[in-house]
């Protein structure tokens, strides 16, 4: 199962690691240090949450979907970290 997920990722990634090459090296450190460091989940990520600011809302959606939640680490950088979560929007009760 997880082998099927990660191919069917594949292409995904593959455009995306495509379009980060595409872009010059024109941007200022400046610029590069504003952003948020954007990673996605696995189970051998360092976790260093300090401050939670923003998690997508999936109380609406009943499936397994994406989510990104914004955090601060101790030393003061953003970061966003991608995982999937199943929504809490399924209603058992009809």
Same mark, same amino acid.
């Given at each position: 199962?997880?082998?099927?997920?990660? %191919?069917?990722?594949? =292409?995904?990634? *593959?455009?995306? %690691?495509?379009? *980060?090459?595409?872009? /010059? &090296? *024109? *941007?200022?450190?400046?610029?590069? &240090?504003?952003?948020?460091?954007?990673?996605? +989940?696995? +189970? /051998?990520?360092? %976790?260093?949450?300090?401050?939670?600011?923003?998690?997508?809302?999936?109380?609406?959606?009943?499936?397994?979907? =994406?989510?990104?939640?914004? +955090?601060?680490? /101790?030393? #003061?950088?953003?970061?966003? %970290?991608? +995982?999937?979560?199943? #929504? #809490?929007?399924?209603?058992?009760?009809?």
């Amino acid at each position: 199962m997880r082998t099927a997920f990660l %191919l069917a990722l594949l =292409p995904i990634a *593959t455009l995306a %690691l495509a379009d *980060t090459s595409s872009h /010059s &090296s *024109t *941007t200022t450190s400046v610029e590069q &240090s504003a952003s948020p460091l954007e990673e996605d +989940y696995n +189970y /051998s990520t360092h %976790l260093d949450i300090a401050k939670v600011r923003d998690v997508d809302d999936v109380s609406a959606i009943c499936s397994i979907t =994406p989510v990104k939640m914004t +955090y601060d680490d /101790s030393q #003061g950088k953003t970061h966003i %970290l991608r +995982y999937m979560m199943m #929504g #809490g929007g399924c209603n058992s009760g009809n």
